[in-house]
């Protein structure tokens, strides 16, 4: 059975992750572990305060850092709580809580060891106003686990259109058999190579097309030159693409992209969900 761990914080994206986990469950027939992490090291070393469940950062005030501690882990437990309610009330009925200390993304990569898919915010609780870089965790997520990571925009909107941008010319397509096995439902879907086209690329994406096209979804397929970093959001917003799908493993331009210096700049410039597979 499907297993999707759904890291839940007190950020303000952490609604559209139990949303995003909801719709997946639902079309998986899923079950979903939602967890929290208390990093008492990484709190200790920030200088600030728990964040209240709206999202807003407190500037540390005098105290013991047990107590903030054990204050992160009540808010911790209440989001989980209200998560698995939230879950529930969608008709998502096989749902687990784990409430976990240690360092947030050595934790989340252990946590994830028997997922089949995580979902998680592009930011996370300390970054909503804090102006960290994205994608600092969601970076060593997708470095630490080989399987797909969901990172989830600010609010969910239904997901009727996928765009997947593909490097034809990569040995492996992680994110092809993610969608032929079923990890999304199938509907229309945009195909695309970012670079030359060639004959190679021509009957890289035909493959594809026909794989994808034999699993249920409507296939266009479309090379474009230029850098992957400026043409992929750009076909987002052309395209009407509700979520991206893109390789993250494997040797290509896009995984260089990806777990590179860009990661931030892909995040930031795609308003949709962003697969990783």
Request: charged residues 30%.
């Given at each position: 059975m499907m297993k999707i761990v759904a890291f839940v914080d007190l950020s303000l994206y952490s609604h559209s992750v139990i949303d995003h986990a909801a719709w997946l469950a639902r079309e998986n027939q899923a079950g979903v572990e939602l967890v929290n992490i208390v990093s008492p090291n990484e709190l200790a070393a920030s200088n600030l305060a728990p964040v209240h469940p709206a999202g807003a950062m407190l500037v540390q005030q005098a105290g013991d850092l047990d107590a903030k501690v054990q204050e992160l882990a009540r808010q911790g437990r209440e989001r989980l709580d209200q998560a698995h309610r939230t879950l529930n009330a969608a008709g998502v009925y096989d749902v687990g809580t784990r409430l976990l200390e240690g360092h947030t993304a050595q934790t989340m990569v252990q946590a994830a060891a028997k997922a089949s898919v995580v979902v998680m915010g592009k930011r996370g609780e300390r970054a909503d106003l804090a102006r960290l870089p994205l994608g600092s965790n969601l970076e060593r997520v997708a470095r630490g686990t080989k399987v797909p990571v969901l990172a989830v925009s600010r609010s969910f909107r239904p997901i009727k259109r996928l765009l997947a941008a593909l490097d034809a010319e990569a040995p492996t397509a992680p994110a092809l058999d993610a969608l032929t096995g079923g990890l999304l439902p199938a509907g229309p879907l945009d195909l695309l190579h970012v670079g030359e086209p060639s004959e190679n690329v021509r009957q890289a994406l035909h493959q594809a097309a026909t794989k994808?096209?034999?699993?249920?979804?409507?296939?266009?397929?479309?090379?474009?030159?230029?850098?992957?970093?400026?043409?992929?959001?750009?076909?987002v917003v052309l395209d009407g693409a509700d979520l991206l799908v893109i390789n993250a493993f494997g040797s290509s331009r896009l995984r260089s992209m990806l777990l590179g210096s860009r990661t931030s700049e892909l995040l930031r410039a795609c308003q949709v969900p962003v697969l990783l597979c």
């Open positions: 994808l096209t034999e699993a249920g979804f409507e296939v266009g397929c479309r090379t474009e030159p230029g850098d992957a970093e400026l043409v992929v959001p750009q076909r």
